[in-house]
């Protein structure tokens, strides 16, 4: 499978790297991966979207694949407030008034953001899991059991052994992520080396260190958006017009929590489960991906 064209633009703080597909003066989605991922998540759904005649944009997050820091002093830092202010960022620097968004993991995190901030500016939101805003800033609460274990890589990120293990062994880990978070998804190695190779960029370990550290108040957070962490801490409504979905077999995300928020949400907001998908939905099932996307843009 070849590999899209590798375009940049820089903002205050990145060099982001993305993928473009489509008339470029159709109306522009931007898809946003999650962790451990890249812009290889989206290939089938870029080209029906572009088919379908929009602009389709696929970025690298900060830590993933060609995206670079522009200072290297600069701390690697990932919290929610970075990576929500780097898809408008990058809006502003591509010069684009108005888009559709979707994303999963901490691209959907980020779109949610987006949406919260800016909602004038977000045409359709397509959120994988529901609402991805977390809310560091409150008192951390022990969640059942099966849960906790679930989230056993957090606890792992937490310590100075998994960083280490995360720097020693990183396809090893992330790829164990793969099979345990969507355990009826089928994947060959082909698959998995070619978004691997994105885990090589060298600010890798410390932006996903950072991100699963300072969420537990284990790392500390760039002053610089105390304000909006403080706004997401309320956490605020979505108020774009908004599709849901949940994979029923996503093992780090019941659906059972994305059902619990649907009041965080536009009245009527369509939320899908969808049978036989884990977390890792626009790889295991596009087609949902594309045909939520239509409908909220239509």
């Not at 290889?40 to 995206?67: E, I, K, N, Q, W």
């Not at 698959?191 to 300072?214: K, Q």
């Not at 626009?282 to 909220?296: F, G």
């Amino acid at each position: 499978m070849s590999t899209p064209e590798i375009l940049r633009v820089r903002t205050a703080e990145l060099e982001i790297a993305y993928e473009a597909h489509g008339d470029p003066r159709a109306f522009p989605i931007i898809l946003l991966h999650g962790f451990p991922d890249d812009a290889r998540a989206f290939d089938g759904v870029s080209s029906p979207l572009a088919a379908a005649g929009y602009r389709v944009l696929v970025p690298y997050l900060r830590g993933y694949g060609p995206t670079r820091f522009l200072d290297p002093a600069a701390p690697r830092m990932a919290q929610q407030a970075a990576i929500g202010q780097d898809l408008l960022d990058l809006m502003n620097a591509l010069e684009l008034r108005s888009v559709g968004v979707a994303g999963y993991d901490w691209g959907g995190r980020a779109a949610c953001i987006a949406a919260i901030l800016a909602p004038e500016r977000v045409r359709g939101l397509v959120t994988i899991g529901g609402y991805n805003v977390q809310n560091p800033q409150r008192e951390p609460q022990p969640a059942p059991p099966a849960a906790e274990r679930a989230y056993w890589y957090q606890w792992y990120f937490n310590t100075e052994r998994g960083r280490l293990g995360l720097e020693r062994h990183r396809r090893e880990l992330c790829r164990l992520l793969w099979q345990e978070w969507s355990p009826t998804w089928r994947f060959d190695d082909a698959e998995f080396e070619r978004t691997a190779v994105s885990f090589d960029n060298p600010d890798f370990v410390e932006v996903v260190i950072h991100s699963y550290r300072v969420r537990h108040r284990n790392a500390p957070s760039d002053p610089r958006f105390d304000a909006i962490e403080q706004r997401l801490a309320a956490r605020p409504p979505i108020t774009v017009p908004t599709v849901i979905l949940h994979g029923a077999d996503d093992a780090v995300s019941s659906p059972r929590r994305s059902e619990s928020e649907l009041s965080q949400f536009p009245p009527g907001t369509e939320r899908r489960v969808v049978p036989r998908v884990g977390h890792f939905m626009p790889r295991e099932e596009p087609a949902v991906v594309v045909d939520a996307l239509l409908k909220v843009l239509h």
